[in-house]
């Protein structure tokens, strides 16, 4: 099982980028799918989520520029980010829980039950 994400990027302010998380190895179509963001010197904190019904819940800095969304029959989840800020600069990671019973970005995510990307850079400049 694998998670690869692509897409990130150096961006103005304003600006916008798509993320991508292809995975392989198992279908996602049950899963509870989730963005999470780490910047330098801080703790990893999550972004948007998406269960299999298609509920999405987004942390409050990115309600309204952010959309998370999934593709089934691709296998490919996506962050379409607008509006970008410098605050929004970090190393993206996408994830996968099957068991997640509360598909949210600022709950516990297991590590030991989840899968994980290796990550792609977003740079936001003023």
């Known amino acids: 099982a694998q998670l690869v994400e692509t897409g990130g990027g150096s961006v103005q302010a304003g ?4 993320l991508a998380c292809a995975a392989s190895g198992w ?10 963001r ?13 269960d299999s019904d298609g509920i999405t819940k987004y942390t409050h800095s990115v309600k309204g520029r952010f ?6 029959a691709k296998n490919t989840l996506y ?3 607008d ?10 990671y996408c994830a996968a829980d099957l068991l ?14 989840s ?7 977003v740079t936001v400049s003023t």
Request: glycine share 10%.
């Open 15 to 18: 600006g916008s980028l798509r």
């Open 27 to 36: 279908g996602i179509s049950s899963d509870c799918m989730a963005w999470f």
């Open 38 to 50: 780490q910047a330098p010197g801080k703790e990893r904190e999550g972004v948007a989520a998406i």
């Open 67 to 72: 959309t998370i969304s999934r593709d089934n």
């Open 79 to 81: 962050l379409q980010m």
């Open 83 to 92: 509006l970008l800020k410098p605050e929004d600069t970090g190393m993206y």
């Open 100 to 113: 997640k019973l509360d598909c949210n970005p600022d709950t516990y995510w297991d590590p030991r039950r």
């Open 115 to 121: 899968v994980w990307g290796q990550g792609t850079q």
